[in-house]
C-alpha cells in the first residue's frame, strides 16, 4: 500500500544515484516539482526517460543530473529547442549526454511491455527511418503466422518512475483525468512509483475519463499543490504558456540557467 | 485584400481537408491549417491528436498538443499507447499532417538533427515524436514547409520519417501501408510526387510567385509539372477566419 | 459516420452467410437481442467469435447458424454447461461444429492485434498446456532482445462485430460504461460493426469509466432497449440470473430448445 | 455449530488468504472463500476478476464474474485485456484462485473435456477462460475442489493449466514465473507440493476425517506427510458470515 510522504522524503527514499528514472505527463500533469526536487537534492548519473523530455529535463539535463536521456521527441512545445538538451548534445555541457532516440509509438509500446511483464513489444514502425541505426533497443521480429517482418522495441522498466496526479485518498489511491497521457503503463512498469497529487481527499469521487491507480501498485504518494506548474492539472489551473515563452530566454545562455538554478532551486536549501 | 504568403500557404493546405473525414494534427502550421479547415472548408473534420484528443473541437490555436482544451472538447478521449496502437497503426485515420526542418525530393523527412553526424550534430532538432508512423500509417500525408534551399536539400542529414525512400516503390516495398505524402504545400506553391517516380514535382504555384522562384528555393533540380496551375487566392472569409483564429490564440 | 437503422435492417445488411461474426460484451451488454435477430433470418455458416459463447451463442448453435466456434470459455455463468454447444460438439446436432479454443488473455490479445493493425499479439501463455496442440493460431515468437520464447497468437479480424451499448448520439457516437469488457478492441478490430443502444440521446454525457467509439469508426447504429436481457445494461437494467437458470433446462432437451426457437423466435417472423 | 464438508472447505480456504494482498478470484468455490476472507480473515485483500473490476466489494456473491456490483463496488474498473497484460501477466497479484473438474498429482489442472478424445469428447467442459494465465502468473495459486477418485485423476484427459507439469523443476523449466499451486484445500483435508518432487501430499484433515477416506477419495496413490495435522473447526464467526452469504446471494 502506498505511504503519505512528503516530496522530499519521496524523492529522497526513491530516487537514487544512477537510478533510470521516469517522470512522465504529456504535456498534462508534469511532475514538474518533482523534478526540481531531484535537482535540489543533486542526484546524478540518471538515466532519464520521458516521451517528452520538455522543460523538465532540460532542468535535470542542465543540473548535471543526468548521464543518459531516453525519449522520442525533445522540444520546447510551442515555442523551440530545449537548449540545456541542445548544448549538452551539442557541446558536451554540463557532461557529455548519451541518447536513447526512439518514435513516440516505439516508447509508448515500451512502456506498455514494461507494465505488462513482456521483454518486448512489437509495432509498425520504423521501417525506412535512420532511427534504428543509432539504437539498439530497435529491431526486427517476424511474424510466425504471415512471415512479415516488424519491429520490436525492448520494454522500458524504469527503478523509479515519478508522476502528477489531481487527487488521492488517505488509503493512497490515485486519480488522474483529462489528458492521461502514459502515465499508467509508466507506474505499472516500474519498480517503484512517486506520485505527486494536487490534494489527498477522503474519497475519489467518480470522474470521467479518469485513470485510477489503486495505492497497491504505488510506492509512495506526496501532496504537493502546484506540482505540475508551469505545465497544467485539468481542473486545477491551466497550463503557464508565457512560463514555457519565458524559458527559452532562460535556457539560452549557461550562465542564465545557473542563475535561475541558484535562486529559484538552490536557494534556502539546507 | 492582401495576405502573407505563410496565409496563402495555410489557406492552401486547409482547402487540402475538403472530402477527409479524420486528420491527425501536429503542431505549428499543420496545426493552423487543419483548424481553419474545420471552420471554413470541412466542418466534420475529425481531429486526432497524438495526446489522446479523438475528435477535438479547439476554439483557439493550441500551443501545446496537450493543452486542456483538447481534451474538454474531444469525442473521446484515449491513452497514448491507445492513440498509437488503435487508433494511427491500422490506418483508420485519412490523413496525417506534418512539417519537417528538411525534406528531399521523394519527401522523406529530417527533423532530428543538421550538421555534424548523429553523435555530434551541429544542430540539434526535437526528434521524431509521432511523425514516422504517422508518415508511415496515415492513408495519405500533407505536408506544410516554409521553401528554401536550405530546407529543400539534395540528402538529408537524417531520415526521421520516410515518404518514398529512393523513390518508384521503394516506399511499397518497405512495408508501408499509406499512401505516403501526396502533397507538399509550401510558402511558394504546391509539389506533388510523380505517379511513377515519385519524385516531387511542383504542380501549382501561388498568385504572384515565378517558377523561377521556385527553382531557387529549391536545393535540387526541381521538377515542374507541364501544366502549371496558380492557386485560387484566398478568399475574404478564408483571410478572416484564419486571422481571428490566430488573434484568438496570442498569448 | 455510423447510420441509424433498425436491428432487422442493420442484420440484414451487415450479417452475411458465411461471415466471421464477433459478438461481444463479456457478462454485461451482452447484444442478446442481436443474436435472436441472425437466428431469425436463418443467417448460416457463420464462424461465430466470442471470449465467453454464454447462452446467445448457445442459441446461434442450435439454430444451426454456426459452422465454427471461436472462444475461450463455453459455459453458462454460475448456473453450467451451455447444453446446445454440448450437443453440437459432442454429437454434432444440428451440425458439426469446427472449435478453435483460446485462453481469455490469448482471446483478447488477438483482438488487440486486429484493433492495432498487427498480424499477431505476444504474450505469456499456453505454456505446458494442450491448447496449441490443437489450434494453429497459437504459436511462439523468440525475443529479439533477451532470447526468450513468448506465446504469439494470431489476429482476429471479423468481417462485423456486434456490440450493445447504453447509448449513443444522433450522430451515431456510441457510449457504454461499467464493464466494458472486450467491446472497443472487438469493434477496431472489424471490417464492419453495429451497436445495438439502449436510447439514442441527443448529447452523451460524459460519465465515468465509459468508452466512447466515435461514429466513424461505427458502420451502423440500431436503438432496442433491453437488446442486452438477460444479461444488464448497467444503469439500465440488472441481471436476469434467473433467466439464465432457466435457460438450463429449455436447452437440455433438443425438443425444448426447438420449441422455444418456434416460440420464441421465429414466431411472427415475416 | 455444526458444519458441512463445503462448509469447512471454504473456510480452510478463506484463512489462506491472511497475510496476501490481491487475489484473481474466479466463480463459484473460489468466490465464496475470497469474499469470506475480505469479510472475516483479511479485510484489506483485494479482489480481482477478469472482467475488469480491480478491488471489487461486493456483498454478495455473484452468480457471474460480470455482475454489476463488481463494477460498482471497485477501486478501478479496467478493460478486459488491460485486466490480462497489466494486471495478470506481470505477476502482480498475490493468490490465483482456481477449481477444476481434474486434477492430477503435480496439480495440474483440466476445465476442457472428459473421456473420448479433443475431437469427440465424450463430456465437453466449458474450457480455459482465464485459468491457463492465472495459474501461469499469479505468484501462488490455492485450488478449491472437491476431492473424489474421478477428479483426483492419474492423468488429466487434458492439460489446461500447468500446475507443476510432470513435477521436480518442470514448472520452472516452461518459463513460468509464479509459484505455482501452494496448497489445494478439498472437501476432506489440505494437500500442498512435496518441496523436491512437487507431488501432492496430504498435510492436512479436516475434523473427523480419516486418512484412509482421503486415499478412497484419491486416483493415485495419495502421498501422506509424516506430522498430518488436522484442521481447526470452522468458528462460528466464521460459520456465521459464511451462511449469511450464502443466503443473501440466493436467487
Known amino acids: 500500500m502506498a505511504e503519505l510522504v512528503t516530496l522530499a522524503d519521496g524523492i529522497a527514499e526513491l530516487v537514487r544515484d544512477g537510478d533510470t528514472v521516469a517522470l512522465e505527463g504529456f504535456t498534462h500533469l508534469i511532475p514538474s516539482r518533482a523534478a526540481l526536487e531531484i535537482i535540489r537534492q543533486r542526484r546524478r548519473e540518471l538515466t532519464l526517460v520521458r516521451m517528452t523530455p520538455d522543460i523538465v529535463y532540460d532542468q535535470l539535463i542542465g543540473a548535471g543530473c543526468a548521464r543518459r536521456l531516453v525519449f522520442a521527441w525533445g522540444g520546447n512545445p510551442g515555442v523551440g529547442s530545449l537548449h540545456r538538451l541542445r548544448d549538452a548534445v551539442e557541446n558536451g555541457w554540463p557532461a557529455p549526454l548519451e541518447i536513447e532516440e526512439h518514435s513516440h509509438a516505439g516508447m509508448a509500446n515500451r512502456y506498455v511491455a514494461g507494465a505488462s511483464g513482456l521483454p518486448f513489444a512489437v509495432l509498425r514502425g520504423y521501417q525506412g527511418t535512420d532511427l534504428a541505426r543509432h539504437n539498439d533497443t530497435i529491431r526486427t521480429v517476424t511474424c510466425p503466422f504471415t512471415g512479415e517482418e516488424l519491429a520490436a522495441v525492448s520494454a522500458v522498466r524504469p527503478d523509479v518512475t515519478v508522476i502528477h496526479a489531481q487527487r488521492a485518498d488517505r488509503q493512497g489511491n490515485v486519480q488522474l483525468w483529462g489528458l492521461v497521457g502514459v502515465q499508467k503503463e509508466a507506474v505499472l512498469a516500474a519498480k517503484r512509483s512517486l506520485v505527486t497529487v494536487e490534494e489527498v481527499v477522503d474519497t475519489l469521487e467518480p470522474r470521467p475519463d479518469a485513470v485510477v491507480l489503486p495505492s497497491w501498485v504505488v510506492t509512495a504518494v506526496a501532496e504537493v499543490p502546484g506540482g505540475a506548474k508551469p505545465s497544467y492539472a485539468q481542473g486545477y489551473y491551466e497550463r503557464d504558456n508565457e512560463a514555457y515563452r519565458a524559458w527559452d530566454q532562460v535556457s539560452r545562455s549557461r550562465e542564465r540557467f545557473q542563475a535561475w538554478l541558484s535562486e529559484h532551486v538552490h536557494a534556502g536549501a539546507a | ?251
Open chain 2, 1 to 251: 485584400m492582401s495576405w502573407t504568403t505563410d496565409e496563402m500557404m495555410s489557406v492552401e493546405a486547409a482547402r487540402s481537408l475538403v472530402g477527409h473525414v479524420s486528420c491527425f494534427v501536429g503542431i505549428g502550421l499543420p496545426s493552423t491549417a487543419a483548424n481553419l479547415a474545420r471552420r471554413v472548408h470541412n466542418p466534420d473534420l475529425v481531429l486526432i491528436y497524438e495526446s489522446g484528443a479523438v475528435g477535438a473541437k479547439p476554439t483557439r490555436l493550441p500551443l501545446s498538443i496537450g493543452d486542456g482544451e483538447l481534451a474538454e472538447t474531444a469525442d473521446a478521449v484515449v491513452s497514448v499507447p491507445e492513440i498509437f496502437n488503435y487508433w494511427l497503426q491500422p490506418g483508420r485515420i485519412d490523413v496525417g499532417f506534418l512539417s519537417a526542418a528538411q525534406l528531399d525530393r521523394y519527401a522523406n523527412l529530417n527533423t532530428t538533427f543538421i550538421g555534424g553526424d548523429y553523435a555530434h550534430p551541429r544542430v540539434r532538432l526535437p526528434g521524431s515524436g509521432g511523425a514516422p508512423e504517422i508518415a508511415a500509417s496515415c492513408r495519405e500525408v500533407f505536408i506544410m514547409v516554409r521553401q528554401s534551399p536550405r530546407t529543400f536539400v539534395e540528402r538529408l542529414d537524417f531520415v526521421t520519417s520516410v515518404g518514398f525512400g529512393a523513390g518508384h516503390d521503394a516506399r511499397e516495398k518497405l512495408g508501408l501501408r499509406g499512401r505516403g505524402p501526396v502533397r507538399v504545400v509550401t510558402d511558394v506553391g504546391v509539389l506533388e510526387p510523380d505517379p511513377v517516380t515519385r519524385e516531387l514535382t511542383l504542380t501549382r504555384v501561388h498568385p504572384g510567385v515565378d517558377v523561377a522562384d521556385v527553382r531557387a528555393a529549391t536545393g535540387w533540380e526541381l521538377k515542374v509539372a507541364p501544366s502549371l496551375e496558380v492557386t485560387e487566392p484566398p478568399t475574404e472569409e478564408e483571410l478572416t477566419v484564419l486571422r481571428g483564429l490566430v488573434e484568438r490564440s496570442k498569448p
